[in-house]
Each structure stands twice: as structure tokens, then as C-alpha cells.
């Protein structure tokens, strides 16, 4: 792709390598990765990867630091390539959606004239953090996530301010439809914190494979929704050749994502997840897609399989990138679920626990999918059955 901000920007891990090679390089490290756990003669399984449906903008989520070049303007884009805190100044990316370069100087100009400092990482001073924007393909709704810490004072100035910043964006760039202050007084760098206020809505609406989901400003969300579909159709394929389909339970479940589908095939479906704002909107989910035969259960996964759960039909899993771990596939093995559907966005901790799961596990199929093009990550998923 032809980004002005190649060489600089540490966004992209390939900016300008050919997306088909790309994609080839990748399920070649992939199948490094894997072909341990699959033994000799199992290869067939390990199927040719599904490619990202989009090439460019395809995210729904980018997070932007504020910083400060040495002339004292301020900076609103990514990390500098090898660097935790020199920020590049983005005027668009190409992995995000045209119209960003309005909303991006609109944040520069509006930081320039607050008089209030950029957040500095060394010292661990100033005002203005980060500047998350998360966006629906379906409704082309964009939201603003604004991440400052804590103002010592004019509170109700700052309100203010951000009250007509929000409808200056919202003129300047229709699809803008919500503005979300959050507070974050943490020396860790991560672009989160305690909502204060919200301008306009808090939450977009995005629809995969004919269903709704409410995306609040807070939770977990699959970055690709155009690829997405290839993931939900693949999980389909499989699940209507389980034969017995009383009971499925959705480990990691999110925001209800994959136990909405699920609860087409299934009697009944129980998410699991720790995130409690996610479980509300897994909650809501359910209700805005009148799926009833769906419950869920704020609990870390490990918590709620010792206490001793099993009769399910199928365990979905979609741990985040650091896997399972041993201690939760060893409750896994205690439900003699006959049937495991692993989501994976990581190789390496997905051959880990194949290599425990395999023992008792039969791995029938691996389909990776291209959700991440332009970075080292390759999203997959795993049939197991008994
Ligand atoms: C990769 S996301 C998958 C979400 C969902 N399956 C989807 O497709 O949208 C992983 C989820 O696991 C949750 N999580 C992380 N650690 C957890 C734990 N120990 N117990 C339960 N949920 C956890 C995260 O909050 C996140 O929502």
C-alpha cells in the first residue's frame, strides 16, 4: 500500500510488502508454528488460509497518542517505528477509513488552543493522553474516545469546551456520532480510563451476518467486521454437522459475538466472560437480537469451569492472545465436551495448547483467516472433537 507515513509510523509491520505475499509469509510462519502439533501425515488438516476481505481500511478500531514535536505543536498520531513515545503526526491511515485526517486536525487545533499540556511519558505530567476512534461499517457511525487525566480544576470549562468540539466534529464530519471523555490518572500506557462524559451516543451499532450488536466505548470488539463473516461462516459450517445440539457454552464470550450465532444451532448457549461492561452488552445483544435462549455469566473462565461444569454439546473458546494456559485446559479436559471450537489469534499459544488439548483432543480442521493484513498476526480457528 502507498502510505505517506511508511518508514516512520510503527503501525504496520509490512506497509509495502504485496498483500498476497504478505498473506503467504504469514501462513508459512503459521504452519511452522503448527505442523509440530499436527504429526506426520496430518498436513490436509491445516487448511489454506481465507484472505482479509478488504485490503485497506479495514480496522473499526485505532488508538492515536497525543505528544508534542520540539517547536511545541502538537502531535496526534502512532508510536514511532521502535519508539515507546515519540508520536507521528497522521494526517490518515490507510487501515482505518478516509475522513480521518478531518477529525485528526480537528483534535490537533482544538489541543492547540486549550492551553492545557500534552501528557508527557517521561515525567508522567500533562493533561491530553489519547484519542481512541472506533467506527461501524454498517452505519458508518464514528466515535470519538477522548482519554485525558484528571484536570485539576475548570472541570466545567473543559465540559464545555468538549460540548462544541463535538459539534464542530459533527459538522466538519457528519458520520461523527459520539463524543466519550474518559478519565486515566494510571503511569501504565494504555489508552483506557472511568467514563465521565458522553456527548452525543456512547455506543455504535454494527451488524455481522444479519445480527446487531451495540459496541460500547469500552469493550472488546473484533477489529475486522467485513472479514468477520468468514470466521462466523466457518464456525457455522462446523457447528450444523454436530449432530446433538442441546447445550453450547461460549468461553471469552465478549460482548455475546459468537454465543448469538451459536443460539441459532443450540437449544441454549451460556457466554462466560470477565469484562463486567461487556457482559452487560452481551445482555443487551441478546435482548436488541430477541435471542432468548442465551445466558450469561460474569466470571474469570478458570473460576467457572472448576466448579465443575459439563453436558455441553460444544465449548467455544476465544482466550486473548496469551492462550489458555495449562490450569484452564486441564478444567477444559475435566467437561468431556465432545466437541471443541478454538478461536485463536495467536499461533504460538495456539500450538501450546494443542499440544496439551491433543492427548484426548482429535484436531479434524485449522482455518486461518486474515484479520490483521499489514501485521504479523494471523487469526485462525481450530475443530476438535473427542
Ligand atoms: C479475543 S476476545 C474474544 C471475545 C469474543 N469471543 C468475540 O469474538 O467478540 C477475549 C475476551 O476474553 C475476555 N477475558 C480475558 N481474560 C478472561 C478470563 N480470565 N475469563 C473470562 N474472560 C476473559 C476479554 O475481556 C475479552 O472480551
Same mark, same amino acid.
Given at each position: 500500500?502507498?502510505?505517506?507515513?511508511?518508514?516512520?509510523?510503527g503501525?504496520?509491520?509490512?506497509?509495502h510488502?504485496?498483500?498476497?505475499?504478505?498473506?503467504?509469509?504469514?501462513f508459512?510462519?503459521f504452519?511452522?508454528?503448527?505442523?509440530?502439533?499436527?504429526?506426520?501425515?496430518?498436513?490436509?488438516?491445516?487448511?489454506a488460509?481465507r484472505?482479509?476481505?478488504?485490503?485497506?481500511?479495514?480496522?473499526?478500531?485505532?488508538?492515536?497518542?497525543?505528544?508534542?514535536?520540539?517547536?511545541?505543536?502538537?502531535?496526534?498520531?502512532?508510536?514511532?517505528?521502535?519508539?515507546?513515545?515519540?508520536?507521528?503526526?497522521?494526517?490518515?491511515?490507510?487501515?482505518?477509513?478516509?475522513?480521518?485526517?478531518?477529525?485528526?486536525n480537528?483534535?490537533r487545533?482544538f489541543?492547540?488552543?486549550?492551553?492545557?499540556?500534552?501528557?508527557?511519558?517521561?515525567n508522567?505530567?500533562?493533561?491530553?493522553?489519547?484519542?481512541?476512534?472506533?467506527?461501524?461499517f454498517?452505519?458508518?457511525?464514528?466515535?470519538?474516545?477522548?482519554?485525558?487525566?484528571?484536570?485539576?480544576?475548570?472541570f466545567?470549562?473543559?465540559?464545555?469546551?468538549?460540548?462544541?468540539?463535538?459539534?464542530?466534529?459533527?459538522?466538519?464530519?457528519?458520520?461523527?456520532?459520539?463524543?466519550?471523555?474518559?478519565?486515566?490518572?494510571?503511569?501504565?500506557d494504555?489508552a483506557?480510563?472511568?467514563?465521565?462524559?458522553?456527548?452525543?451516543?456512547?455506543?455504535?451499532?454494527?451488524?455481522?451476518?444479519?445480527?446487531?450488536?451495540?459496541?460500547?466505548?469500552?469493550?472488546?470488539?473484533?477489529?475486522?467486521?467485513?472479514?468477520?463473516?468468514?470466521?462466523?461462516?466457518?464456525?457455522?459450517?462446523?457447528?450444523?454437522?454436530?449432530?446433538?445440539?442441546?447445550?453450547?457454552?461460549?468461553?471469552?464470550?465478549?460482548?455475546?459475538? /459468537?454465543?448469538l450465532?451459536?443460539?441459532?444451532?443450540?437449544?441454549?448457549?451460556?457466554?462466560?466472560?470477565?469484562?463486567?461492561?461487556?457482559?452487560?452488552?452481551?445482555?443487551?445483544?441478546?435482548?436488541?437480537?430477541?435471542?432468548?435462549?442465551?445466558?450469561?455469566?460474569?466470571?474469570?473462565?478458570?473460576?467457572?469451569?472448576?466448579?465443575?461444569?459439563?453436558?455441553?454439546?460444544?465449548? @467455544?473458546?476465544?482466550?486473548?492472545?496469551?492462550?489458555?494456559?495449562?490450569k484452564v485446559?486441564?478444567?477444559?479436559l475435566?467437561?468431556?465436551?465432545?466437541?471443541?471450537i478454538? @478461536?485463536?489469534?495467536?499461533?504460538r499459544? /495456539?500450538a501450546?495448547?494443542?499440544?496439551i488439548l491433543?492427548?484426548?483432543?482429535k484436531i479434524?480442521k485449522?482455518?486461518?483467516?486474515?484479520?490483521?493484513?499489514?501485521?504479523?498476526?494471523?487469526e485462525?480457528v481450530?475443530?476438535?472433537?473427542?
Open positions: 500500500m502507498n502510505c505517506p507515513h511508511f518508514g516512520q509510523c503501525g504496520c509491520a509490512y506497509p510488502q504485496d498483500f498476497w505475499q504478505q498473506l503467504a509469509d504469514k508459512q510462519k504452519r511452522q508454528e503448527i505442523t509440530p502439533v499436527l504429526g506426520p501425515g496430518q498436513s490436509e488438516i491445516l487448511l488460509p484472505a482479509c476481505v478488504n485490503q485497506l481500511y479495514y480496522r473499526n478500531k485505532m488508538e492515536f497518542a497525543f505528544g508534542q514535536s520540539p517547536d511545541g505543536q502538537p502531535l496526534l498520531g502512532l508510536r514511532r517505528k521502535r519508539s515507546f513515545r515519540e508520536v507521528v503526526n497522521l494526517d490518515d491511515c490507510l487501515l482505518f477509513g478516509p475522513g480521518l485526517a478531518t477529525t485528526l480537528l483534535w487545533n489541543i492547540q488552543e486549550s492551553n492545557r499540556p500534552v501528557y508527557n511519558l517521561y508522567h505530567q500533562g493533561f491530553w493522553r489519547y484519542l481512541v476512534m472506533r467506527k461501524s454498517s452505519t458508518n457511525q464514528w466515535l470519538n474516545i477522548l482519554i485525558t487525566t484528571t484536570p485539576e480544576n475548570n466545567a470549562t473543559v465540559q464545555q469546551k468538549l460540548e462544541q468540539m463535538f459539534k464542530k466534529l459533527k459538522s466538519n464530519f457528519p458520520p461523527t456520532s459520539g463524543l466519550v471523555w474518559l478519565l486515566n490518572d494510571g503511569l501504565s494504555t483506557t480510563g472511568k467514563i465521565f462524559s458522553v456527548f452525543g451516543q456512547e455506543y455504535l451499532t454494527e451488524e455481522i451476518a444479519g445480527k446487531t450488536f451495540l459496541i460500547h466505548s469500552l469493550t472488546f470488539f473484533q477489529i475486522n467486521p467485513p472479514t468477520l463473516n468468514l470466521l462466523i461462516q466457518t464456525i457455522n459450517d462446523w457447528v450444523k454437522n454436530i449432530s446433538y445440539r442441546q447445550r453450547a457454552l461460549d468461553l471469552y464470550c465478549g460482548v455475546g459475538l /459468537l454465543s450465532f451459536l443460539a441459532d444451532w443450540f437449544g441454549s448457549v451460556s457466554g462466560v466472560e470477565l469484562n463486567p461492561q461487556s457482559i452487560q452488552s452481551a445482555i443487551e445483544n441478546a435482548r436488541v437480537n430477541n435471542q432468548k435462549n442465551v445466558g450469561f455469566f460474569n466470571a474469570d473462565v478458570y473460576e467457572y469451569l472448576k466448579k465443575g461444569q459439563n453436558n455441553f454439546d460444544l465449548i @467455544v473458546v476465544d482466550p486473548p492472545r496469551a492462550g489458555l494456559g495449562k485446559i486441564e478444567q477444559l475435566k467437561t468431556n465436551s465432545p466437541t471443541i478454538y @478461536v485463536s489469534c495467536n499461533p499459544t /495456539l501450546d495448547d494443542l499440544k491433543t492427548p484426548k483432543y479434524k485449522i482455518q486461518p483467516i486474515d484479520f490483521f493484513p499489514y501485521t504479523p498476526h494471523l485462525s481450530t475443530l476438535l472433537t473427542l
